[in-house]
């Protein structure tokens, strides 16, 4: 995970909504709110960075803990995965 690029699955929306952004995969109907450092989170991850380039940026914005942003953005990333929401970048 550490070195890998990752995309919006194919036909994902992105939106944002005022403090929030959604995502939702049309096909299962699968959706995931994100609060504003969550959209920083995925905004880097599909622009093309690696899950360490987006841990810096993060830190570096947000002023929070390595070992915290590291854990939130594992989970974001994989829970997002097994929604069908991201994908891994070819």
């Known amino acids: 995970m550490e070195n890998k690029c990752y995309q919006l699955a194919e036909n994902v929306l992105f939106q944002k909504v005022d403090d929030e952004t959604v995502l939702l995969e049309p096909t299962t109907g699968q959706y995931y709110t ?19 380039v987006v841990l810096e940026k993060v830190t570096n914005t947000y002023s929070v803990e390595l070992n915290e942003v590291s854990a939130d953005l594992k989970e974001l990333i994989t829970s997002m995965i097994e929604q069908s929401l991201i994908v891994e970048a070819a």
């Open 34 to 52: 994100l609060d504003p450092v969550g959209t920083f989170m995925v905004e880097q991850l599909i622009e093309g960075h690696t899950f360490g």
